[in-house]
């Protein structure tokens, strides 16, 4: 670089030179700043437009998904050179064919995914040229960690590639590719080290130790049943004593009424499990049948004067009287928050019936709740399968034989004879 008393001296022997070439620096400069500018905002607006809308994880993903692509390119180049002796313009335009058809089938996948989603043979292409390059890239390392690390380098690409287009198939789609079969999760469920639902160990280990009761349970009165000798009841018996001893010591089955009440659930299941093949339940695609439609009651002939014939016929089920002859016209309409209290009321009455072992009818709930009988009827259905209520239709059924039609406990009462107005007198 000349020195300022060469530049001097210059400028002082040449001074329309040096003027010429001041003009040139100033123009080159302000060329310079245009293009810096130009760049900038050419960079701001690509900026803007691609990298600003993406999420952090997907810019990461790019940067090592190009810095792998470089370092596998890389490797190409000296395999190029070395294995195939391409060199000058040629190795230029040939070393990375490899890792541009990689990008170019990345870049269809991607597209596929958002119009087909999903990423079709192009998504396997990746993975096989991927497989291809990192392959042909490491076998001109010339030590066994650099071949280790030219493998690895376009798979992490791949890798890097895959889960961001996991992430673009949930965002779209809202699911997964596949659920597998085989997880962890499942493999520890089955070998009995986890537990499926949200129960805690100790509600696990009382549901184990009540099933143990009820399965010793049932295979004495099967043996019993059977007629078997008296050595097998007596082991039957042991183990039915042992199960239970085992049961009252750790899970307070003694006092807990909910673990009795479980407890006689699954007995009463495991005892009935013949009636199973007695079942003839609805078929899912038949028809559906109307329903009976309920006629009013023939007025009387004469006024003042009482019927003598036969007696109307009443339906045994009084839920089904009571809403033939009520009058209820067309309902309001009810909000959630006013159901959800009449359902609660509703509910506090069955449970204070319940204590007092009594099951109330769907017409006892209706009265009392100011609901409609199809409403009370309902809910009625839904509460009577509980373990407390069942308990007691049962009871009812095995020591009086009343059957439960929706008035239980029957009430034997006289039969009504019909005035005028419809209404009975005894």
């Excluded at 001074?15 to 701001?44: D, F």
């Excluded at 190009?66 to 070395?82: K, L, N, P, Y």
């Excluded at 597209?111 to 001109?140: C, H, K, P, Q, Y």
Aim: glycine share 6%; charged share 25%; with cysteine.
């Amino acid at each position: 670089m000349p020195s300022i008393d060469e530049m001097t001296t210059f400028a002082a022997e040449n001074p329309v030179g040096t003027v010429v070439i001041c003009v040139i620096s100033l123009a080159l400069l302000v060329v310079a700043s245009l293009a810096l500018r130009a760049g900038a905002r050419t960079g701001a607006q690509l900026f803007n437009r691609f990298v600003a809308p993406r999420p952090v994880e997907d810019i990461l993903t790019i940067v090592a998904a190009c810095i792998a692509t470089g370092v596998s390119a890389q490797g190409m180049w000296r395999f190029s050179g070395d294995v195939l002796g391409f060199d000058g313009p040629l190795r230029m335009l040939l070393f990375a064919f490899i890792e541009v058809a990689v990008i170019t089938s990345a870049v269809r996948a991607r597209r596929n995914m958002r119009e087909n989603f999903s990423a079709g043979i192009d998504g396997v292409a990746v993975w096989a040229l991927t497989g291809l390059t990192a392959v042909l890239s490491s076998m001109d390392a010339r030590s066994l960690p650099e071949a280790v690390f030219r493998l690895a380098a376009p798979l992490v690409a791949a890798w890097l590639w895959e889960r961001g287009m996991a992430i673009e198939r949930h965002r779209i789609t809202g699911r997964g590719k596949i659920n597998w079969r085989l997880t962890p999760e499942r493999i520890m469920v089955r070998i009995g080290l986890a537990e499926v639902s949200d129960r805690t160990a100790s509600e696990v280990d009382a549901h184990r130790r009540l099933t143990r009761v009820a399965l010793a349970a049932k295979r004495a009165r099967a043996l019993r049943e059977s007629g078997a000798s008296d050595r097998k009841m007596r082991q039957a018996l042991a183990k039915l004593d042992q199960a239970m001893d085992r049961a009252v010591e750790h899970t307070g089955l003694a006092v807990d009424p909910v673990r009795q009440e479980a407890l006689l659930s699954q007995i009463g299941a495991l005892y009935n499990t013949n009636g199973l093949i007695d079942l003839k339940p609805r078929v899912p695609w038949e028809p559906e049948r109307p329903e009976p439609v309920a006629h009013a009651l023939p007025a009387s002939p004469a006024a003042g004067t009482v019927s003598v014939g036969t007696p109307p016929q009443i339906d045994e089920d009084e839920d089904q009287e009571f809403e033939m002859v009520e009058d209820t016209g067309p309902q309001q309409p009810v909000d959630t928050a006013q159901r959800a209290a009449l359902m609660r009321a509703a509910r506090r009455y069955w449970d204070e019936q319940i204590e007092r072992k009594y099951v109330p009818r769907a017409a006892d709930i209706a009265a009392e709740t100011d609901i409609s009988v199809a409403t009370a009827r309902e809910w009625r259905a839904l509460w009577k399968l509980e373990p407390r209520a069942h308990a007691l239709i049962e009871a009812a059924y095995n020591e009086h034989g009343i059957i439960d039609t929706g008035t239980f406990p029957a009430i034997v009462t006289p039969e009504p004879i019909l005035t005028v107005n419809g209404s009975g007198r005894h």
